[in-house]
């Protein structure tokens, strides 16, 4: 089995400074990301999404507050025929040291546990951040960069349509 392991903040959902995430309850979808991620589906990936979310153990947000955003986004997601495999979440302090939080091989080891059929040499990580990158070129798979348009014009969601061709 093929992954597209995906960033969610900056990547999938709009990102935001830390202390803004706090009463965010409704996903703002980057442009692009629906009809990407509904292209890498159709190319036979299995979506897998990871996530760090150190805003949890830092006390910013609370993990009903961040499940409670992941469930709108995933349905959100599912209404337009998406459906993510699974989602694997680092909650810990930036400083803790932990082995799941990106650029940290942690969630794909777990994803890799859970699916054994996962063939990390067709496999592709896409993000938005220097540790997603890291991360990808740390286990030698592509990296697709995604930001948002008005920050950086030429890399968007458009890089990923690549795989098609």
């Not at 692009?32 to 153990?57: C, K, P, S, V, W």
């Not at 990580?125 to 798979?141: F, K, N, P």
Request: some cysteine; charged content about 30%.
């Amino acid at each position: 089995m093929k992954a597209a392991f995906l960033d969610r903040d900056g990547t999938i959902n709009r990102d935001y400074p830390d202390v803004e995430w706090k009463g965010k309850t409704e996903p703002e979808l980057i442009d692009g990301a629906m009809e990407g991620l509904r292209f890498l589906q159709d190319q036979g990936y299995a979506l897998i999404m990871i996530t760090n979310q150190y805003l949890i153990d830092e006390g910013i947000i609370t993990y009903a507050d961040y499940q409670n955003f992941t469930d709108r986004l995933v349905w959100r997601l599912a209404q337009q025929g998406i459906h993510l495999q699974d989602i694997f979440f680092c909650p810990h302090r930036r400083d803790a040291g932990c082995r799941c939080c990106k650029p940290k091989p942690g969630m794909i080891e777990q994803a890799l546990e859970k699916y054994p059929e996962i063939d990390l040499k067709q496999s592709i990580l896409i993000g938005d951040s220097a540790g997603d990158r890291e991360l990808a070129r740390s286990l030698a798979i592509p990296f697709y960069e995604i930001a948002d348009e008005g920050r950086h014009p030429r890399k968007n969601w458009k890089a990923v349509y690549a795989l098609g061709r």
